[in-house]
């Protein structure tokens, strides 16, 4: 049972664009959100994350979004750049689960020139 | 810094035969994870510690999975006997505490390959 979706295994933007990525969830009790980002032989890192109180965050050229009635949120990447062609992870924490983080299957981004 | 180390980085045995995969957390950290990332499932949780304490192995899948912490620096997850279907990419994280500012440190993951 995939509490955390993502239902894009694949995206390409084009450099300069905007990329969109989402992820859809199915437990209301998830609390936190978080977006990871994975380069090839390397493991995730922490990109940016959201709490179940705001709509909202930005950090630079990321911005995350969150739905909580339709259980979706999205990260934006604007500009999109070259660099940013990795795996993104979308997690989820449950309130009071601490660090316990349930992942997505990723998504794929490519920035082409 | 160093950052999680895990050891190896590729691992091909033959099925049947025990694997152990290490991780060494960053010092200081007080929470362990072990990960496993496949196609299919992305990356599951398997198992976590606190203190050198499992809190919650409910994601280890099967009796053929065990995963030790015997001190703050250093743990094992051993699979024993290895099927084709382990053949997975197995994460170590470590953070501090376990608030919205401690978020997970991966290592650079083991592949694992079981023929």
């Known amino acids: 049972d995939q509490q955390v979706k993502q239902n894009s295994p694949s995206l390409s933007v084009q450099e300069g664009r905007i990329s969109i990525l989402n992820c859809d969830y199915t437990n209301s009790m998830f609390d936190y959100f978080l977006w990871y980002k994975k380069y090839p032989a390397e493991g995730p890192t922490f990109l940016i994350s959201?709490?179940?109180?705001?709509d909202k965050n930005e950090d630079g050229r990321f911005t995350v979004f969150l739905n909580k009635s339709a259980k979706h949120l999205s990260l934006h990447i604007v500009p999109s750049q070259p660099g940013d062609s990795a795996v993104y992870f979308c997690?989820?924490?449950?309130?009071?689960?601490?660090?316990?983080?349930?992942f997505g299957t990723g998504t794929q981004l490519k920035v082409e020139l | 810094d160093a950052g999680v180390i895990q050891s190896p980085r590729h691992e091909v045995t033959e099925m049947g035969q025990e694997v152990t995969l290490r991780c060494k957390p960053i010092?200081?950290?007080?929470?362990l994870f072990w990960y496993r990332q496949t196609m299919m499932r992305g990356l599951e949780l398997l198992i976590y510690f606190n203190n050198n304490v499992p809190i919650d192995d409910s994601g280890m899948p099967e009796d053929r999975f065990s995963a030790k912490m015997p001190n703050a620096s250093f743990s094992t997850l051993k699979i024993q006997p290895s099927e084709p279907r382990d053949s997975a990419v197995y994460f170590c994280?470590?953070?501090?505490?376990?608030?919205?500012?401690?978020?997970?440190?991966f290592g650079n993951g083991t592949r694992l390959t079981v023929t």
């Open positions: 959201i709490s179940s109180i705001k």
């Open positions: 010092s200081g950290h007080d929470y």
């Open positions: 994280a470590s953070s501090y505490g376990q608030g919205r500012n401690s978020p997970l440190h």
């Open positions: 997690a989820a924490r449950f309130r009071g689960g601490g660090n316990k983080l349930t």
